[in-house]
T-cell receptor, first 116, second 113 residues
Framework: NAGVMQNPRHLVRRRGQEARLRCSPM?????VYWYRQLPEEGLKFMVY????????ESGMPKERFSAEFPKEGPSILRIQQVVRGDSAAYFC??????????????FGSGTQLSVL | KQEVTQIPAALSVPEGENLVLNCSFT??????LQWFRQDPGKGLTSLLL?????REQTSGRLNASLDKSSGRSTLYIAASQPGDSATYLC????????????FGSGTRLLVRP
């Protein structure tokens, strides 16, 4: 029973390139969450998706960032025209249903994005 | 706005010592508080979850307490071991949007052999 799988583990991009981060939730989980961790900071919520729907993207920068969770396949976090400030660890989490009281999120190992 | 603060930012102790990590939050309208462990290059592992109606939770050598009225939680680690070296994060689950965990910046713990 694999956990939340994220790939790649490390991604290096030059300024102006695109970064695509992938997340496969745990088996049976249909809710996905993306968090970003900047150096020396805590994780910050970015976006919450269900299959084919964005539920809440209030934590995501308005420009250059987008996320999707298609009917088939992993969730994708896409960052266009990356800048050095995008360098961070990006974590994905999943849950079987909508998190309510006391329901845990299960986190992946993260993707470390480095922008040169 | 909910803010979560963890002190100290870093801690180094000799093996065998008992230690306490602190977490404070500004808004008491929470469902629960969780303590996570983060190892370099790895994901987060949930250690303990304390519901808002509870005062503490225990798992092995770990004990977490919650005082919602004062906005504080502590993680107590008994008889620390080098394998406990990691970053410990606390996070609160808000009542108004329960899928948004609000994390502290973490405490980096080093247990010296």
């Amino acid at each position: 029973n694999a956990g939340v799988m994220q790939n790649p583990r490390h991604l290096v991009r030059r300024r102006g390139q695109e970064a695509r981060l992938r997340c496969s939730p745990m088996k049976g989980h249909s809710h996905v969450y993306w968090y970003r961790q900047l150096p020396e900071e805590g994780l910050k919520f970015m976006v919450y998706l269900q299959k084919e729907n964005i539920i809440d993207e209030s934590g995501m920068p308005k420009e250059r960032f987008s996320a999707e969770f298609p009917k088939e396949g992993p969730s994708i976090l896409r960052i266009q025209q990356v800048v050095r400030g995008d360098s961070a660890a990006y974590f994905c989490a999943s849950s079987p249903g909508a998190t309510g009281r006391n329901e845990k999120l299960f986190f992946g190992s993260g993707t470390q994005l480095s922008v040169l | 706005k909910q803010e979560v603060t963890q002190i100290p930012a870093a801690l180094s102790v000799p093996e065998g010592e008992n230690l306490v990590l602190n977490c404070s939050f500004t808004d008491s309208a929470i469902y629960n508080l969780q303590w996570f462990r983060q190892d370099p290059g790895k994901g987060l592992t949930s250690l303990l979850l304390i519901q808002s109606s509870q005062r503490e939770q225990t798992s092995g050598r770990l004990n977490a307490s919650l005082d919602k009225s004062s906005g504080r939680s502590t993680l107590y680690i008994a008889a620390s071991q080098p394998g406990d070296s990691a970053t410990y994060l606390c996070a609160v689950q808000r009542m108004d949007s329960s899928y948004k965990l609000i994390f502290g910046s973490g405490t980096r713990l080093l247990v010296r052999p």
